[in-house]
């Protein structure tokens, strides 16, 4: 059992609240990702989980034992938590060889010799880094590096592994490989892993489970696919999804005819790019539009829309797809399924009847 | 707030903070620290000023009242009294000439050779960069004293000619023999490497495309080094200039030795006098003056600095730096170059090894060289290398130098450790600017200092005067700014995940250090360790007023021999002394292959 439970967890630093009376829990054996923008408080909610940072406020669990506790000051030195931890920046001590830093955590626990080079051997191979035992950090390749990193924390057997951004300083095709290299030891391990990242992309193809932080306040937890097509507030639509989220008041220029509870009141509307579509025909969800630029990006192509009123707005879809070209009149069509809709004071999703709302019971 | 009635709860918290504060080394160092400094640093200071305005032992009657009673009698005497013109007004107004002339000759000189060595191809730069800082190793004093070697006469202080005056016949004038002029000059050449040093820093960090589009739009090299390099380094220039400047205000060495034979007085001289006849009260005041002025000096620099850090964003790491070919001034400006480190390395030590071979001092013959000053015996004293006293002396100076190097150097990684570990807590604060306090204090206020407040038995200290503790001390204190310096800056370039890796490992404070810090921050800690040895060694103004017979070290040996008049045992030290520091300094360079000189400009900025 290693599941984490935070209650009321809360960290200041100075004027600054950087955690707030957050409550939640991580299962485990879950792949956990905190996404969040840079100074959101990720980092340091990890923190506070490894023992690095004191409590302000709130309790931690790991398994069965407090680890920490505001009220009797209760706290668990990060060594005795049973925790493993890759630092954003490695954190390998240079002045020692591969097998010298990932060796470290077993000679501070006096584990024996024997033991010792069994477990360094069968680690290495996990990370692949089979004979590269003598060389120094310096020699290895940032991609190498971050294995090492790994297998320092993989040895001890850590029942949690955190990762601060582990992945931020490989170049975007190591990323890649080394996502795919996690999923791998995530699986084979059977650990809980709690994973920091500001890249969403990360966090939808790694995780069991995304909890998404804002100003150090949970904005909305649940499992990726989940979080990415049903966001609960404007920011976490934003937040996640590559290409910019259109946006725009429900009033003049398209005026649509919303169903339920946002009728009759202002709204801020919401659709995703890759959910826009070129109609037809016109009917109640569609507007006149017209093409101002069409980009091609790779992989897709993008349209830049402009209504009547002055709203911009854009289209993705796939490669192959045929669209009009710059300058056509075309008719857009904003499918009822797809649209959201936004308290415009507080940002928090609003219900209409669909047949998309399972979060209508949460509302 | 129910929960604090719950039985037990005020307990456990105590224990498990207590616990916490356990877990967190850099809290409880920094509190140790700030105690120990505080003891150290702030109660002297707190000592000084208030014993400048009561009575001292010994001046009930002159100041008309009773022992430790407030007085202005010390602050009236040296201000306001028909006296005080000797007492303060000269000496501050020589301290302040010496100062700002010895200042920009220096500058001159240190920023000409940067820019020569760095910016230009001029030939054979290694070995001129080795020679270039030997005079910033070398004892400034030492320098004094060859120079009354080289331009004496017989009619003023020892009264023996130089080698000019034997050589030419030509009897040298008394303000070439002794006086304002040699002192400015003797402190010119000692300390022109200091603004070398800066300006180097600050030319090989300037990003070479800034001069090279200039190039491209058609600029000379003069037009270059006059509208783009030179306003770059300026702010570092103005450091070099304020931080040499307040250098001079303390400086004792050079102005004891060219100065007090023809009752030339600059502040440090006159506090010195004033200690070593008892007068406190005088001392104290003179103390606290000096202290305000170097205070006021740094307070300048730190303005400087802060607007150059505007520009140390616009310089990028340049790589190497731009070279301009010399063309036809190679020649001639290598030669002026070599003329010139001949005459500030190579002649000092040679005229001092000269004068310690003469029996009679003054008389160049050969007939008259003689090592009777080194180990034989001259008016029933014993030559310098078979005498128990200097032997004894050389023993204190070796303790003392490896001491202070180990305490200084252990603290200042102790201190780099709390500062970087707690930065922007008032504990990290505390501990940084405490450990700064001491750059403000001259050597010589230092000594003065420490010799009141350690006479007499304070706390759980017994009284320290006559021990080899009391040196140690106010030398580590006095060291301590360069030490927390270089220490902080040490610890800075270790990222904390390095250590928070190995916690997460279980490793203790202990395993940490070993392991981890002490091993990556080796180099910086080795640098401060070589140069606190370097400096203690050579150091003359803190110790003068703190040895006894007992804890005589070299230079306060050297010293005494010169207020005797025996030159020749004088130079003869001096000369193991310079043997030392610079053996010490290149025994280093060579075992480790890193430059611990390069830590003088980096600790003093």
Request: aromatic share 8%; charged share 15%.
């Given at each position: 059992?290693?599941?984490?439970?935070?209650?009321?967890?809360?960290?200041?630093?100075?004027?600054?609240?950087?955690?707030?009376?957050?409550?939640?829990?991580?299962p485990?054996?879950?792949?956990?990702?905190?996404?969040?923008?840079?100074?959101?408080?990720?980092?340091?909610?990890?923190?506070?989980?490894?023992?690095?940072?004191?409590?302000?406020?709130?309790?931690?669990?790991?398994?069965?034992?407090?680890?920490?506790?505001?009220?009797?000051?209760?706290?668990?030195?990060?060594?005795?938590?049973?925790?493993?931890?890759?630092?954003?920046?490695?954190?390998?001590?240079?002045?020692?060889?591969?097998?010298?830093?990932?060796?470290?955590?077993?000679?501070?626990?006096?584990?024996?010799?024997?033991?010792?080079?069994?477990?360094?051997?069968?680690?290495?191979?996990?990370?692949?880094?089979?004979?590269?035992?003598?060389?120094?950090?310096?020699?290895?390749?940032?991609?190498?590096?971050?294995?090492?990193?790994?297998?320092?924390?993989?040895?001890?057997?850590?029942?949690?592994?955190?990762?601060?951004?582990?992945?931020?300083?490989?170049?975007?095709?190591?990323?890649?490989?080394?996502?795919?290299?996690?999923?791998?030891?995530?699986?084979?391990?059977?650990?809980?892993?709690?994973?920091?990242?500001?890249?969403?992309?990360e966090?939808?193809?790694?995780?069991?489970?995304i909890?998404?932080?804002?100003?150090?306040?949970?904005?909305?937890?649940?499992?990726?696919?989940?979080?990415?097509?049903?966001?609960?507030?404007?920011?976490?639509?934003?937040?996640?999804?590559?290409?910019?989220?259109?946006?725009?008041?429900?009033?003049?220029?398209?005026?649509?005819?919303?169903?339920?509870?946002?009728?009759?009141?202002?709204?801020?509307?919401?659709?995703?790019?890759?959910d826009?579509?070129?109609?037809?025909?016109?009917?109640?969800?569609?507007?006149?539009?017209?093409?101002?630029?069409?980009?091609?990006?790779?992989?897709?192509?993008?349209?830049?829309?402009?209504?009547?009123?002055?709203?911009?707005?854009?289209l993705?879809?796939?490669?192959?797809?045929?669209?009009?070209?710059?300058?056509?009149?075309?008719?857009?069509?904003?499918?009822?399924?797809?649209?959201?809709?936004?308290?415009?004071?507080?940002?928090?999703?609003?219900?209409?009847?669909?047949?998309?709302?399972?979060?209508?019971?949460?509302? | 707030?129910a929960d604090?009635?719950?039985?037990?709860?005020?307990?456990?918290?105590?224990?498990?903070?207590?616990?916490?504060?356990?877990?967190?080394?850099?809290?409880?160092?920094?509190?140790?620290?700030?105690?120990?400094?505080g003891?150290?640093?702030?109660?002297?200071?707190?000592?000084?000023?208030?014993?400048?305005?009561?009575?001292?032992?010994?001046?009930?009657?002159?100041?008309?009242?009773?022992?430790?009673?407030?007085?202005?009698?010390?602050?009236?005497?040296?201000?306001?009294?028909?006296?005080?013109?000797?007492?303060?007004?000269?000496?501050?107004?020589?301290?302040?000439?010496?100062?700002?002339?010895?200042?920009?000759?220096?500058?001159?000189?240190?920023?000409?050779?940067?820019?020569?060595?760095?910016?230009?191809?001029?030939?054979?730069k290694?070995?001129?960069?080795?020679?270039?800082?030997?005079?910033?190793?070398?004892?400034?004093?030492?320098?004094?004293?060859?120079?009354?070697?080289?331009?004496?006469?017989?009619?003023?202080?020892?009264?023996?000619?130089?080698?000019?005056?034997?050589?030419?016949?030509?009897?040298?004038?008394?303000?070439?023999?002794?006086?304002?002029?040699?002192?400015?000059a003797?402190?010119?050449?000692?300390?022109?490497?200091?603004?070398?040093?800066?300006?180097?820093?600050?030319?090989?960090?300037?990003?070479?495309g800034?001069?090279?589009?200039?190039?491209?739009?058609?600029?000379?090299?003069?037009?270059?080094?006059?509208?783009?390099?030179?306003?770059?380094?300026?702010?570092?220039?103005?450091?070099?200039?304020?931080?040499?400047?307040?250098?001079?205000i303390?400086?004792?060495?050079?102005a004891?030795?060219?100065?007090?034979?023809?009752?030339?007085?600059?502040?440090?001289?006159?506090?010195?006098?004033?200690?070593?006849?008892?007068?406190?009260?005088?001392?104290?005041?003179?103390?606290?003056?000096?202290?305000?002025?170097?205070?006021?000096?740094?307070?300048?620099n730190?303005?400087?600095?802060?607007?150059?850090?505007?520009?140390?964003?616009?310089?990028?790491?340049?790589?190497?730096?731009?070279?301009?070919?010399?063309?036809?001034?190679?020649?001639?400006?290598?030669?002026?170059?070599?003329?010139?480190?001949?005459?500030?390395?190579?002649?000092?030590?040679?005229?001092?090894?000269?004068?310690?071979?003469?029996l009679?001092?003054?008389?160049?013959?050969?007939?008259?060289?003689?090592?009777?000053?080194?180990?034989?015996?001259?008016?029933?004293?014993?030559?310098?290398?078979?005498?128990?006293?200097?032997?004894?002396?050389?023993?204190?100076?070796?303790?003392?130098?490896?001491?202070?190097?180990?305490?200084?150097?252990?603290?200042?990684?102790?201190?780099?450790?709390?500062?970087?570990?707690?930065?922007?807590?008032?504990?990290?604060?505390?501990?940084?600017?405490?450990?700064?306090?001491?750059?403000?204090?001259?050597?010589?206020?230092?000594?003065a200092?420490?010799?009141?407040?350690?006479?007499?038995?304070?706390?759980?200290?017994?009284?320290?005067?006559?021990?080899?503790?009391?040196?140690?001390?106010?030398?580590?204190?006095?060291?301590?700014?360069?030490?927390?310096?270089?220490?902080?800056?040490?610890?800075?370039?270790?990222?904390?995940?390095?250590?928070?890796?190995?916690?997460?490992?279980?490793?203790?404070?202990?395993?940490?250090?070993?392991?981890?810090?002490?091993?990556?921050?080796?180099?910086g800690?080795?640098?401060?360790?070589?140069?606190?040895?370097?400096?203690?060694?050579?150091?003359?103004?803190?110790?003068?007023?703190?040895?006894?017979?007992?804890?005589?070290?070299?230079?306060?040996?050297?010293?005494?021999?010169?207020?005797?008049?025996?030159?020749?045992?004088?130079?003869?030290?001096?000369?193991?002394i310079?043997i030392?520091?610079?053996?010490?300094?290149?025994?280093?360079?060579?075992?480790?292959?890193?430059?611990?000189?390069?830590?003088?400009?980096?600790?003093?900025?």
């Amino acid at each position: 059992m290693s599941r984490i439970l935070l209650e009321g967890v809360t960290k200041r630093f100075g004027d600054h609240l950087a955690v707030d009376a957050l409550d939640m829990e991580i299962p485990s054996g879950a792949f956990f990702s905190l996404l969040g923008p840079s100074g959101c408080g990720k980092t340091t909610l990890m923190r506070l989980i490894a023992g690095f940072e004191t409590l302000d406020a709130g309790r931690i669990v790991i398994g069965d034992r407090v680890v920490a506790d505001a009220r009797n000051l209760t706290h668990i030195p990060p060594a005795q938590r049973g925790l493993g931890m890759v630092f954003q920046s490695y954190a390998l001590w240079p002045h020692m060889s591969v097998r010298d830093n990932v060796l470290f955590g077993l000679r501070t626990r006096k584990v024996a010799k024997a033991d010792q080079t069994a477990r360094l051997h069968d680690t290495l191979e996990t990370v692949q880094l089979g004979d590269l035992g003598d060389r120094f950090p310096s020699e290895l390749s940032g991609g190498q590096q971050q294995r090492v990193a790994l297998a320092r924390e993989l040895i001890t057997d850590p029942a949690v592994l955190m990762l601060d951004e582990p992945l931020s300083n490989l170049d975007a095709q190591l990323r890649q490989d080394m996502r795919l290299e996690l999923r791998r030891l995530h699986a084979r391990t059977g650990r809980s892993f709690v994973y920091v990242t500001h890249d969403q992309l990360e966090a939808l193809s790694l995780s069991s489970l995304i909890m998404v932080m804002r100003a150090g306040k949970m904005e909305q937890i649940g499992a990726p696919d989940d979080i990415y097509a049903d966001p609960q507030s404007l920011f976490v639509a934003e937040f996640l999804g590559h290409g910019k989220l259109n946006t725009f008041p429900n009033g003049p220029g398209v005026p649509l005819p919303l169903p339920g509870t946002a009728r009759d009141r202002d709204v801020y509307l919401a659709i995703r790019p890759e959910d826009l579509e070129i109609a037809d025909r016109a009917d109640d969800w569609t507007r006149p539009a017209q093409v101002t630029a069409k980009l091609p990006m790779g992989s897709v192509q993008v349209l830049a829309l402009s209504f009547p009123g002055d709203r911009t707005a854009t289209l993705e879809a796939p490669r192959h797809t045929q669209l009009p070209d710059a300058g056509t009149e075309v008719l857009v069509r904003f499918s009822p399924r797809r649209l959201m809709a936004f308290d415009p004071a507080t940002g928090q999703r609003l219900a209409f009847t669909g047949p998309r709302d399972r979060h209508l019971k949460s509302v | 707030m129910a929960d604090t009635f719950t039985p037990g709860l005020r307990a456990r918290r105590l224990a498990n903070r207590a616990r916490q504060v356990r877990a967190n080394p850099a809290l409880w160092i920094g509190a140790i620290l700030l105690v120990v400094f505080g003891y150290l640093i702030a109660a002297p200071m707190l000592e000084i000023a208030t014993g400048s305005a009561r009575v001292q032992d010994g001046d009930a009657r002159r100041a008309g009242a009773d022992i430790g009673t407030w007085t202005a009698y010390y602050w009236h005497r040296l201000v306001a009294s028909p006296l005080a013109e000797t007492l303060l007004y000269t000496p501050l107004r020589n301290t302040l000439v010496i100062s700002a002339v010895y200042s920009v000759i220096a500058m001159v000189m240190g920023v000409g050779l940067a820019f020569l060595m760095v910016k230009t191809d001029l030939p054979f730069k290694r070995a001129i960069s080795v020679a270039i800082l030997v005079p910033y190793i070398v004892p400034s004093w030492t320098v004094a004293l060859a120079w009354t070697t080289l331009f004496g006469n017989d009619r003023v202080g020892i009264g023996a000619p130089g080698v000019v005056m034997s050589l030419t016949g030509w009897t040298t004038p008394d303000w070439l023999a002794y006086g304002p002029v040699p002192i400015i000059a003797v402190m010119a050449f000692n300390y022109y490497a200091f603004s070398y040093l800066l300006t180097v820093g600050a030319l090989s960090t300037i990003d070479r495309g800034l001069e090279e589009s200039a190039q491209l739009h058609g600029a000379s090299e003069r037009t270059i080094a006059r509208r783009i390099t030179l306003p770059l380094i300026l702010p570092a220039l103005g450091s070099a200039f304020v931080l040499t400047f307040a250098e001079g205000i303390g400086s004792f060495g050079p102005a004891a030795i060219l100065g007090i034979p023809v009752r030339y007085d600059v502040l440090a001289t006159s506090l010195y006098q004033s200690a070593a006849i008892g007068r406190f009260g005088e001392a104290y005041v003179l103390t606290l003056l000096l202290i305000v002025m170097a205070a006021v000096t740094i307070y300048a620099n730190t303005l400087l600095i802060g607007r150059r850090r505007s520009f140390t964003t616009l310089t990028g790491k340049g790589g190497s730096a731009r070279v301009i070919p010399l063309g036809r001034w190679r020649m001639p400006l290598l030669v002026l170059v070599l003329a010139f480190v001949g005459i500030a390395a190579v002649l000092p030590i040679v005229l001092l090894i000269w004068q310690s071979l003469q029996l009679r001092i003054g008389d160049y013959s050969l007939s008259n060289l003689s090592l009777a000053y080194w180990i034989g015996e001259v008016d029933g004293l014993r030559g310098i290398l078979v005498d128990p006293r200097v032997q004894s002396a050389a023993w204190n100076s070796l303790r003392l130098g490896l001491m202070v190097a180990v305490l200084t150097a252990l603290t200042g990684i102790l201190v780099g450790y709390v500062v970087v570990n707690r930065r922007g807590t008032w504990l990290a604060r505390g501990v940084e600017q405490l450990a700064f306090v001491p750059y403000v204090i001259p050597g010589i206020a230092f000594g003065a200092i420490y010799l009141t407040m350690f006479a007499q038995p304070i706390g759980p200290l017994p009284s320290l005067y006559g021990t080899l503790w009391i040196l140690v001390l106010a030398a580590s204190v006095n060291r301590l700014p360069f030490a927390s310096r270089t220490g902080v800056s040490a610890m800075m370039q270790i990222s904390p995940s390095l250590e928070e890796a190995a916690t997460l490992h279980g490793a203790g404070l202990g395993t940490r250090m070993r392991r981890i810090l002490l091993p990556l921050s080796k180099k910086g800690f080795l640098a401060g360790f070589v140069l606190s040895f370097i400096s203690t060694i050579k150091d003359l103004s803190l110790v003068i007023l703190l040895v006894t017979p007992s804890t005589n070290v070299l230079t306060a040996l050297t010293f005494g021999y010169i207020e005797l008049g025996r030159r020749q045992f004088a130079d003869a030290i001096s000369v193991v002394i310079v043997i030392i520091v610079l053996g010490a300094t290149w025994g280093v360079q060579w075992a480790t292959r890193t430059d611990p000189l390069q830590g003088f400009g980096d600790t003093r900025t």
